[in-house]
């Protein structure tokens, strides 16, 4: 049943399968603890063996794909223990493979099949609401339905989401830097960086814009910005020499703000020193440029 869904639903995304495998563990463990499930468990050969193969199946994919040991964690804190109390020779693997990575309940049961520019569009929350609400569970032609995570839980992850958010705009800095012909055209910007939002998966890459003005930006753009340095576009601020408004924070972050999305909402990756990034092919920490003092009075971590 769950593998005949991986198949199906882990398609068009990348590494799917291991993190719908992943998932469908978690329930399956949570199903572990239901006392009607236990029961049946106990007295019905068919269910055993239905349940000990897809638990082992998910655990072989997972395994296959590396991510029982790179790229996930296991949480000490509450492996897949009612799995093991429930059968002791149902192999799980090293302390149970209950991921804490951000990616987790972004592909969950259900959602395999989306394609990324359909997870962009609907917004990590959503998917990960969505994610909850797949807990029922076939065995042995019975129906059981497995806990679905707690409200915590569920703003946990995401809230950890950001960071693979974040990682997209980082490798779109990097691809839009490495575009220019040379060197001399990427050390027309000061600055680059890139800005983005965890809660609809939106990125964009802003430049630094030395004759900008207040035009040049949406209005809630500018109305954010002057309400937190108190200044009007293109004047300066006692906190730092940058003209306001001129920072490739801002720039970055005015085309999120077109698109929606609430300028207070708003992270950034590192900023960059573009000239330095294309002549090393990629981003190093010698490359990094320090955020001024106005940009971290409009967005304070």
């Not at 601020?237 to 490739?248: F, H, P, Y």
């Not at 085309?255 to 981003?283: E, M």
């Amino acid at each position: 049943m769950i593998i005949q869904n991986l198949d199906s639903k882990g398609v068009n995304i990348g590494s799917s399968a291991g993190l719908i495998a992943i998932n469908e563990l978690k329930k399956l463990d949570q199903l572990a603890a239901n006392s009607n499930f236990i029961k049946d468990y106990k007295s019905n050969s068919k269910i055993r063996q239905e349940y000990k193969k897809v638990v082992e199946s998910l655990v072989a994919v997972v395994q296959s794909e590396g991510r029982a040991t790179n790229g996930f964690m296991f949480d000490r804190e509450s492996p897949l223990s009612n799995i093991q109390a429930l059968d002791n020779k149902i192999h799980i693997g090293e302390k149970g493979l209950v991921s804490v990575y951000p990616e987790l309940y972004i592909v969950g049961s259900g959602l395999g099949s989306l394609s990324k520019a359909a997870i962009s569009k609907l917004g990590i929350e959503k998917l990960a609401q969505q994610s909850l609400k797949n807990t029922t569970l076939l065995f042995g032609g019975k129906t059981y339905s497995a806990k679905s995570m707690s409200t915590l839980e569920a703003e946990i992850v995401a809230k950890s989401n950001a960071d693979i958010i974040k990682k997209a705009a980082e490798e779109q800095l990097l691809k839009d830097i490495l575009a220019y012909p040379s060197a001399n055209q990427a050390s027309k910007n000061a600055a680059m960086i890139g800005a983005y939002d965890p809660a609809t998966g939106l990125y964009a890459i802003g430049n630094s814009t030395r004759g900008i003005k207040a035009e040049n930006l949406h209005q809630n753009t500018v109305k954010y910005i002057e309400s937190k340095l108190g200044v009007k576009i293109g004047e300066f601020t006692k906190l730092c020499g940058n003209k306001v408004g001129a920072c490739a924070e801002v720039n970055a972050a005015d085309k999120l703000i077109r698109q929606g999305v609430p300028p207070s909402r708003i992270q950034f990756t590192d900023a960059v020193v573009p000239r330095q990034v294309w002549s090393d092919k990629k981003i190093l920490p010698k490359n990094l440029k320090e955020t001024c003092n106005n940009c971290k009075a409009s967005w304070p971590k």
